[in-house]
């Protein structure tokens, strides 16, 4: 199993990027797809999660409104829409997995990062003001 996150780069605040998580070696399908940042000397921090088994997509309350994350399974990748971006999302970006998930991931689970299987290798987010 592989995520390879992309799309990360240098925007100035106010506006948008849309990084990718391409999985191999898995399917979407029954599978919990979470993304979480680390900004330097912070904790790991979630922000989003898409479950594709029940269809359920969690954000944590400082990214609500402001990011999305969608699915396409045709591609087996999920994304992260980010809009509104300022210096406090500057950080770098992780997507990361729980497999096997046929009832989906529970509401009181999804932002645990140590419950996460897999793990992308990180793309870097830089918001200029």
């Known amino acids: 199993v592989q995520l390879q996150a992309s799309g990360g780069g240098l925007v100035q605040a106010g506006g948008s990027l849309r990084l990718s998580c391409a999985a191999s070696?898995?399917?979407?399908?029954?599978?919990?797809i979470g993304w979480f940042r680390q900004r330097p000397g912070r904790e790991r921090e979630a922000l989003a999660c898409?479950?594709?088994?029940?269809?359920?997509?969690y954000y944590s309350d400082s990214v609500k409104g402001r990011f999305t994350s969608s699915s396409d399974s045709s591609k087996n990748t999920v994304y992260l829409q980010m809009n509104s971006l300022n210096s406090e999302d500057t950080a770098v970006y992780y997507c990361?997995?729980?497999?096997?998930?046929?009832?989906?991931?529970?509401?009181?689970?999804?932002?645990?990062?140590?419950?996460?299987?897999?793990w992308g290798q990180g793309t870097q987010v830089t918001v200029s003001s």
């Open positions: 898409i479950s594709s088994a029940d269809n359920k997509i």
């Open positions: 070696g898995v399917s979407l399908g029954d599978n919990a």
């Open positions: 990361a997995a729980i497999l096997n998930l046929r009832a989906g991931i529970p509401a009181n689970v999804w932002w645990r990062f140590r419950a996460y299987d897999y």
